[in-house]
């Protein structure tokens, strides 16, 4: 894996497009308003059935402040009372949807995503987590992978105390950038000492990773500032770092709006931050894991990807995609043997549905045979750059040259290109292609001539 990643201009130039990230496949633009709470309880009924470990995740929309550049599901208010009705339906909609699992199937990993989770007081945590615990079999020995997003201006030594105490032993950090003319332009002040310090609690309460995530591509970002931001977050030593290219969506999203977009950095700069971050990163001993992710050598991710067995579902990433994940909360993304299902995103809506006593399952879809082999193929190319023929036939029952053989010339014209290797049993996407994965995995997707390019990110 030392030569894990070759930088070709040339190459990303003619292959950067906008594409989907791959957290599912088929992915939410094919969700529809035909799938319900029927399919729901099916899907959980097959689960209980099986006895599937879980994966949890748990969405909280509140954030005191508003970051332009942010394109989650989240309520920008100071009131902190808005969170307790909120609460109340939360804690119902566990309660439904335990009920249909069986208390023998483990929590192997648990997300609080937002939002701001640490929006929540004390106490509102202590009670979501008892609620959770009550309902769900979560593990209490500290083998789970239970993390937490914490934004460094709303958690202080106590928070990071209480989080350890209610079992959390990851966290990910918001930090974006640490140029004060860039956090001025997107409206998010945060100071390195403010990121240092959460970072400093973490590790003596012995929290087990550390994840940052920063953003490149955002107003008045430079390849020289973004490049010093880059080395003080080296000098943190985060066990992993997630690098996103900002998608300026102002249509979309609205808080982008506020963006002044003549303030923009160039497609060039833009290419130009991330080639200096990734020889940053490889240079301090970072593996490229892929897409924006990188991890040093011992981590989990990195140790899986070497062992073939890294899977990817909505957390990103993951070593835990054998779970069935379960999404909690406004919006949040259910992902149950072959069933893809979506909470309602409209706050409201969410909570009204659950006060009549009715989930609020509001679109998703059902995998049919050929999604379930692309959705194979599209997770071997993205996790491990290696696609063995013979797995994926001996899994489905197909000949994998007839069954795509309309796709053949696309992927010669990639091997002439240097993206991939193709050969008669396997793909392997080469050192200069792995940045660009995502446009391979494009090419067995069938639902992407149909769709709006606009809607997803470029590649890089």
């Not at 692309?374 to 696609?387: P, S």
Request: with cysteine; proline share 4%; charged share 20%.
């Amino acid at each position: 894996m030392l030569d894990a990643i070759r930088w070709d201009t040339d190459l990303i130039r003619r292959y950067d497009l906008a594409g989907p990230r791959y957290t599912s496949y088929p992915t939410a633009v094919q969700f529809h308003g035909q799938v319900g709470t029927f399919d729901l309880f099916h899907a959980l009924r097959d689960s209980r059935k099986a006895l599937r470990p879980l994966s949890l995740y748990v969405h909280v929309p509140f954030c005191a402040n508003i970051c332009y550049y942010c394109a989650c599901n989240k309520v920008i208010t100071k009131d902190r009372g808005r969170a307790q009705p909120y609460l109340q339906r939360l804690e119902q909609e566990i309660q439904l949807v335990a009920c249909h699992l069986d208390p023998a199937q483990t929590v192997e990993q648990l997300h609080f995503g937002g939002g701001t989770p640490t929006f929540l007081s004390h106490d509102e945590l202590r009670q979501l987590m008892a609620h959770l615990r009550k309902h769900f079999n979560l593990l209490e020995d500290d083998s789970g992978d239970y993390g937490i997003e914490i934004d460094p201006r709303e958690a202080d030594w106590s928070t990071m105390g209480l989080l350890r105490e209610l079992g959390f032993n990851r966290v990910s950090i918001g930090l974006q950038d640490l140029d004060p003319a860039v956090q001025r332009a997107v409206n998010r002040l945060q100071s390195l000492e403010e990121t240092r310090a959460v970072i400093d609690a973490a590790r003596t309460l012995q929290f087990r990773s550390i994840n940052i995530d920063l953003i490149y591509g955002l107003p008045k970002q430079t390849p020289d500032n973004f490049a010093r931001t880059v080395d003080e977050v080296i000098s943190l030593q985060p066990d992993r770092l997630s690098v996103f290219n900002y998608a300026h969506l102002p249509e979309r999203f609205m808080p982008q709006r506020r963006i002044n977009s003549s303030e923009l950095p160039s497609p060039a700069q833009k290419l130009e931050m991330f080639q200096r971050t990734i020889e940053q990163l490889t240079t301090a001993g970072y593996r490229y894991i892929g897409m924006d992710h990188f991890a040093l050598p011992d981590d989990e991710l990195a140790i899986a990807q070497e062992e073939a067995t890294l899977q990817r579902n909505f957390q990103g990433y993951t070593t835990h995609g054998h779970c069935d994940l379960i999404g909690l909360g406004v919006s949040a993304i259910s992902q149950i043997g072959d069933l893809y299902c979506q909470n309602s995103s409209d706050l409201n809506a969410y909570q009204n549905t659950l006060a009549s006593a009715q989930l609020a399952t509001s679109r998703g879809l059902v995998c049919n045979a050929d999604d379930r082999l692309r959705r194979a193929v599209i997770q071997q190319l993205i996790c491990n750059f290696r696609l063995e023929f013979a797995t994926i036939e001996q899994q489905f029952n197909v000949d994998f040259q007839g069954y795509f053989g309309a796709l053949w010339p696309q992927l010669q014209s990639m091997a002439e290109d240097g993206l991939i290797r193709l050969e008669r049993e396997c793909i392997e996407v080469l050192p200069a292609g792995r940045l660009l994965v995502r446009s391979v995995c494009m090419v067995f997707d069938a639902y992407l001539e149909q769709q709006n390019r606009q809607r997803f990110s470029r590649v890089i």
